[in-house]
């Protein structure tokens, strides 16, 4: 169906444009963590895993050491430490996250970071993040298949338990949030070991 085709041929592009290759399999040291994550043993770069602000990604690590690797999400990991959702995270799942760069989270009304980094917002918080998070693997090719069953929009539940659109277009890959803020998808299928990490340019809002 012609459909389908496009919508596979426009998520495919949108994680070529966007991505980086990470370049040639190699060791390389584990991450810098903080006392409430363990140090991972030294991984494997994967030839087809995309870079994140210029970071190479790991597939055989996990979620939270591959976000705590890349500089746009530095804002985005202090979050999840502060919301307690590092074990989660790092759980087997597997889990697809949207992850919302420190971009994203600075064009936020200011001191809505700040406030939700508030010990007394730490549900909150959680809410939100979880909101980004959607249980299984979903890859550009599952997304595209899901879209076009959808005629053009996949509806997907999250951990939260809100939803999320997600559409591909001439212009990419977008992900609409229940209040109707619209993301773009600037890196896709960044392969993780428990999962996949899709990374946005807005904050989804339950």
Known sequence: MQTNLLTLAL????ALAACTPAGNAGTAPAPM?????????????????????????YADRDIVDNAVNSPDHTTLVAAVQAAGLVETLKSPGPFTVFAPTNAAFEALPAGTVEGLLAPA????LAALLTYHVVAGKLDATTLAAQIAAGDGSA?????AGGTLAV????SGVTVTDDNGNVANVTVADVMQSNGVIHVVDKVLMP
């Open 11 to 14: 998520i495919s592009a949108c």
């Open 33 to 57: 963590t903080d006392a409430s994550m363990e140090m991972p043993e030294p991984a494997t770069i994967a030839n087809d895993n995309p870079s994140v602000g210029g970071a190479a990604m």
């Open 121 to 124: 917002m730490k549900d909150d």
């Open 155 to 159: 509806t997907l539940t999250t951990v």
């Open 167 to 170: 559409k591909a277009d001439a």
